[in-house]
């Protein structure tokens, strides 16, 4: 199984991009995926979160700014991420609770970050 990030890139304060994340492999089911980020010097954190149902949660420094959605037919998870600040900037990492066929269980999995700056 592999989590697969496209999408990050520089944008100016004020800007937009729209992150994809792809789960491909042996995957029987997948419950929640999230995004994370990690600026530097600091620690990784949450930044949103969906799980199958789709009932999402956020972080509240990106509540009303950012939105999660995924498509369970192509087990792809977005993040819509409008009114950007500088303080965004970060590898954004996606993550996942999958089951693979076979498996009795789900394991949580880490996709390669992809580097999200906002400068003017």
């Known amino acids: 199984v592999q989590l697969q990030a496209y999408g990050g890139g520089l944008v100016q304060p004020g800007g937009s991009l729209r992150l994809s994340c792809v789960a491909s492999g042996s995957i029987f089911s997948i419950n929640a995926m999230g995004w994370y980020r990690q600026a530097p010097g600091k620690q990784r954190e949450l930044v949103a979160h969906i799980i199958s149902g789709g009932s999402t949660n956020y972080a509240d420094s990106v509540k009303g700014r950012f939105t999660i959605s995924r498509d369970n037919a192509k087990n792809t998870v977005y993040l819509q991420m409008n009114s950007l600040k500088t303080e965004d900037t970060a590898v954004y990492y996606c993550?996942?609770?999958?089951?693979?066929?076979?498996?009795?269980?789900?394991?949580?999995?880490w996709g390669q970050g992809t580097q999200v700056t906002v400068s003017s």
């Open positions: 993550n996942a609770d999958i089951k693979r066929f076979a498996s009795r269980s789900s394991r949580n999995y």
